[in-house]
T-cell receptor
């Protein structure tokens, strides 16, 4: 049973703080993704990675960066958190192409 | 630009009724069309998926109808139950691709 685990369910951070969101998957998947979910906007892709140390920008990368030092771990970094980054963040992983996506439980981030 | 357009944004259905959610796409390279179900506080999970070589797929009370010529697909939930209350996302992916394009989501409420 594939597991994608996000390190925190809820986070409250102050404006200007550097924030790290961690995601770990246990199925040796090559592809990992970070989305943010906002009402009425659905899931928007921030960054994705198809291999260790590789990263690609998604649709809304501004204000974010990522790190993938190990295959199982994909980190999302908010360099200087702002209130408009208050959102639900979802991590997902996909194994070989043509298979389904598996999601973590989400991290609800509030920036005050 | 939204690659997959989903409607309605919200839906209220009586218990026992039929819930219908619609999606449309433009990219003819899409080859896999899943639906994801998300309960509050959880990440999305695969519900049912279809490929364009069939026009319908049924799993229990859930059916995907697919119209390749119109580039539309829909989710039908028969005999809707309060436990079906969730957010539903349609998605699409190109053949052997590693990136999903999601609709904006539909919040379904089934009232007893």
């Amino acid at each position: 049973d594939v597991k994608v685990t996000q390190s925190s369910r809820y986070l409250v951070k102050r404006t200007g703080e550097k924030v790290f969101l961690e995601c770990v998957q246990d199925m040796d998947h090559e592809n990992m993704f970070w989305y943010r979910q906002d009402p009425g906007l659905g899931l928007r892709l921030i960054y994705f990675s198809y291999d260790v140390k590789m990263k690609e920008k998604g649709d809304i990368p501004e204000g974010y960066s990522v790190s993938r030092e190990k295959k199982e771990r994909f980190s999302l970094i908010l360099e200087s958190a702002s209130t408009n980054q208050t959102s639900m963040y979802l991590c997902a992983s996909i194994g070989r192409p043509d298979t389904e996506a598996f999601f973590g439980q989400g991290t609800r981030l509030t920036v005050v | 630009q939204q690659q997959v357009k989903q409607s309605p944004q919200s839906l209220i259905v009586q218990k026992g009724g039929i819930s219908i959610i619609n999606c449309a796409y433009e990219n003819t390279a899409f080859d896999y069309f899943p639906w994801y179900q998300q309960f509050p506080g959880k990440g999305p999970a695969l519900l049912i998926a279809i490929r364009p070589d069939v026009s319908e797929k049924k799993e229990g009370r859930f059916t995907i109808s697919f119209n390749k010529s119109a580039k539309q697909f829909s989710l039908h939930i028969m005999d809707s139950q309060p436990g079906d209350s969730a957010t539903y996302f349609c998605a699409a992916r190109v053949a052997w691709g590693n990136q999903f394009y999601f609709g904006t989501g539909t919040s379904l409420t089934v009232i007893p």
